[in-house]
């Protein structure tokens, strides 16, 4: 079952991860909704953070699962983002992620069944 997430970066130039090499590197709405789109899509994300673990064949799997039918949009809000996404992942996958992209600077401002 989908679930659509509203989120909100409130101060876009923060919403960085602890890592750069798995950070949003993007500074707009549409880029914000596009790498977070391919996190969801795709394994590169978690295989990157999994490969800097101590031990990563320890990593459980089930992190790395993918929703190929994710949508994520975006829009700029008068100084914050707004991002709509709409996925299958669970959401312990789903915040998990968008830890690694957007650390602590992002808001969960609504959860709804899709």
């Known amino acids: 079952m989908a679930v659509r997430y509203l989120l909100r970066l409130p101060e876009p130039a923060k919403a960085r991860g602890p890592e750069p090499g798995l950070a949003f590197q993007s500074d707009g709405a549409e880029g914000f909704a596009a790498e977070l ?5 795709g394994r590169g994300l978690f295989e990157r953070w999994r490969a800097m673990q101590d031990e990563p064949d320890e990593v ?8 190929p039918d994710a ?6 809000e ?11 992942l669970p959401g312990a996958v789903f915040k998990h992620r968008l ?9 969960l401002a609504d959860v709804r069944s899709a």
């Open 99 to 107: 830890r690694l992209l957007a650390g602590t600077n992002w808001e």
């Open 37 to 41: 789109q391919a996190a969801l899509r």
């Open 71 to 76: 949508v994520v949009t975006g829009r700029q």
């Open 60 to 67: 459980e799997e089930s992190l790395g699962v993918v929703d």
């Open 78 to 88: 008068d100084l914050h983002i707004a991002l709509e996404a709409t996925t299958s």
